[in-house]
């Protein structure tokens, strides 16, 4: 890694930096339980500015149609995260809402409110006042505190600031963000290393803080509560707002406060704590001996949600100065260099609105990625070729969830044109489509692929799937047009990683089962019969949806398509990957929403892929199948064994029935 990261931070020496081992060695020598008098110094890990390609794309909109030369300070708002895996740094991130600063924050997301400097020229930017900026932020915090009025509107303490230069001609985007931060003149020391949650509370304990911290931001009306008070036993957690201390502390000779900690390193608090810390030591810093601090944190991993990994610790804060003088004040982020400096992004490719879509579908997973499954390898997804045959009702839902995952390469097949009872249910289709006999469904759906996100790599085959019953010898010229369809089969199906079998019989599904499993393909979707098309409305959606679940499951599996089937009984188990469980099958009932896994060995007289058909097939090719097209179903039957077992079962039926009508 060439840039160097700034993490740790004390009150006057600026930011201490640390390359990526470095970082790796903090960590672990953080758990060793080392307690030197260097290491109780409290030090933060400063956020790192992370503006996505939908904030300046909206900025741009901004200035041209908005803002024009107006160099007035904006109000825009970002947000941080508490749930990061260990690793990542403490970001602030600023997204196309930015510039919404009443509308919704992510959920499980702290909203921190800033002001927006753009300026009209580089030379403005280079000569803007940074350290008067700082200061005027500093000191409205700092007013804040001594008033008493951040403890009704604790946002105050978490506010930050963004110097901007667009350059809209080569869309370079030149910025430098601050988020200030009030010292104490002597610094801060623990009294006591910082330990885990779960090395000082109990299981009880932990649940009752999890449960009081929810009901609060319920009680709140928000999605994360900044800063709060707490007090507990053995049994219960209480929690209450700052501007609640008096009614809620009796005795403030030790008290417990939290703070919506976004760090992920464990010996050491993100940067929200120093304001707060700053506030409680000049609204109370005389009346309490001790302070017990819990940097709450809350991940989610593999759809667990833990606060076990949250951090306690203790410190004494020193009495402030009684004077209205202003602390000092530090904040303004260093670049990828290390060095107090700007950035700037080149944003010229991807400004155009179709690199712009590409970038928020990726940007949406990785979230995904980051808060719920941080194992998951999105690349896999992403880059997996997915072959539809059959672009109806399941295979439009099919294609829509696909896109959902990210899925690039979707190749639909089908033969059919689009009737004016399709678009109901199948969403990639309009009314207007079924007009002059109906546009091919194949080319269609591609075409729809395109418009919802011009980043996919759609195509279509207008082409029929011979079926065995189903003749191909009336004629050379349809014998010869039938070979060419298998061919095409062939080829596409080698070419693909998935295929779905989204057609409606189960003659239909033969040939490409017995190409699927010839060439060792992974294959989904095999057993919904036409009841998609009669049954209810719903069912289509919710077995398509499963379908692409499914494959994205047995791509996380590290045995992929060869993966052991999990059962309905393995629900309670650990699942074998970050996304859960693998079924073969999901058999579903609408009727009393519910879903059960069968789980069996493969069938050695499957008139699909059972070994004696892929021989046939293997050998003898399009012979084979020729035969197989033009005979009736009792040849597949006869050929498999299935023949002799219906009879030996019959059979057998008979000797049973005998054998109760004589006792």
């Not at 014998?479 to 079998?501: C, G, M, P, T, Y």
Request: proline fraction near 5%.
């Amino acid at each position: 890694m060439s840039e160097r990261i700034s993490l740790l931070s004390g009150d006057h020496t600026g930011s201490l930096e640390i390359d990526s081992f470095s970082i790796e060695v903090l960590m672990a020598s953080d758990t060793s339980g080392a307690s030197s008098s260097s290491d109780l110094k409290l030090q933060f890990a400063p956020f790192s500015s992370a503006l996505e390609a939908g904030f300046w794309h909206q900025l741009t909109q901004k200035k041209l149609n908005d803002y024009r030369l107006d160099e007035s300070p904006k109000c825009i708002k970002g947000y941080y995260y508490n749930g990061d895996p260990v690793g990542l740094p403490t970001r602030l991130t600023l997204e196309f809402s930015a510039f919404d600063v009443d509308g919704p924050t992510p959920a499980r997301c702290c909203p921190a409110l800033g002001t927006l400097y753009n300026t009209n020229t580089l030379d403005a930017f280079r000569a803007t006042d940074k350290k008067a900026l700082l200061e005027k932020e500093a000191k409205e915090i700092w007013d804040a505190i001594q008033s008493g009025a951040a403890l009704k509107n604790p946002s105050i303490l978490c506010k930050f600031i963004l110097l901007t230069f667009a350059d809209l001609k080569k869309y370079h985007f030149y910025y430098w963000f601050c988020f200030p931060a009030l010292c104490f003149p002597e610094g801060l020391k623990m009294i006591q290393p910082p330990v885990t949650l779960e090395q000082v509370f109990s299981q009880r304990q932990i649940s009752a803080l999890q449960e009081s911290y929810d009901g609060l931001c319920l009680k709140s009306g928000i999605t994360a509560v900044p800063f709060f008070l707490m007090k507990y036993t053995e049994d219960t957690v209480e929690m209450a707002l700052l501007e609640d201390w008096k009614k809620f502390f009796t005795d403030t000779k030790k008290v417990t406060v939290g703070v919506y900690d976004p760090c992920t390193l464990s010996q050491h608090p993100g940067w929200p704590l120093r304001n707060l810390l700053v506030l409680l030591a000049k609204q109370w810093g005389s009346e309490m001996e001790v302070v017990e601090l819990l940097c709450f944190r809350d991940q989610t991993l593999q759809g667990n949600r833990s606060i076990k990994h949250s951090v306690v610790f203790q410190v004494k804060l020193p009495e402030l100065p009684n004077n209205s003088v202003c602390l000092k004040s530090v904040g303004w982020e260093k670049n990828p260099k290390g060095a107090m400096g700007p950035r700037m992004v080149n944003l010229s490719e991807c400004m155009d609105p179709k690199r712009l879509a590409e970038s928020s579908v990726d940007l949406n997973l990785k979230l995904m990625r980051w808060r719920l499954v941080p194992s998951l390898d999105l690349d896999k997804v992403v880059s997996t070729k997915c072959l539809l045959l059959g672009a109806g009702t399941l295979g439009c839902n099919v294609a829509r969830t696909l896109m959902g995952w990210g899925v690039r390469h979707i190749t639909f097949v089908d033969n059919a044109n689009i009737s004016y009872s399709n678009p109901v249910r199948q969403p990639l289709y309009e009314f207007e489509d079924c007009l002059g006999g109906g546009k091919s469904k194949a080319m269609a759906a591609v075409d729809r692929l395109n418009k919802i996100f011009p980043g996919v790599n759609a195509e279509g085959y207008n082409m029929s799937i011979p079926m065995p019953g189903h003749p191909v010898n009336f004629s050379q010229a349809t014998l010869s047009q039938a070979q060419k369809d298998v061919e095409q089969l062939e080829k596409l199906i080698s070419e693909h990683d998935v295929v779905f079998l989204l057609m409606d019989t189960r003659e239909s599904r033969w040939l490409p089962t017995v190409i699927a499993a010839s060439k060792r393909k992974s294959t989904r979707d095999r057993t919904l019969d036409q009841q998609c098309t009669v049954s209810r409305p719903g069912l289509a959606m919710i077995a398509g949806a499963l379908a692409v679940e499914l494959m994205v499951s047995i791509l996380q599996h590290s045995e992929g398509g060869y993966a052991v089937a999990s059962s309905s009984d393995d629900r309670m188990n650990e699942p074998p990957t970050s996304l859960g469980l693998v079924p073969h099958q999901i058999r579903g009932f609408l009727s009393r929403f519910d879903n059960v896994l069968p789980a069996s060995l493969a069938f050695d007289k499957c008139t699909a892929c059972s070994p004696v058909v892929l021989d046939h097939y293997e050998r003898e090719g399009f012979s084979f199948l020729s035969q197989v097209f033009n005979s009736s179903h009792s040849f597949l039957e006869d050929l498999t064994g299935l023949t002799l077992l219906h009879q030996e079962t019959q059979a057998a039926e008979i000797w049973d029935m005998s054998d109760d009508e004589s006792i």
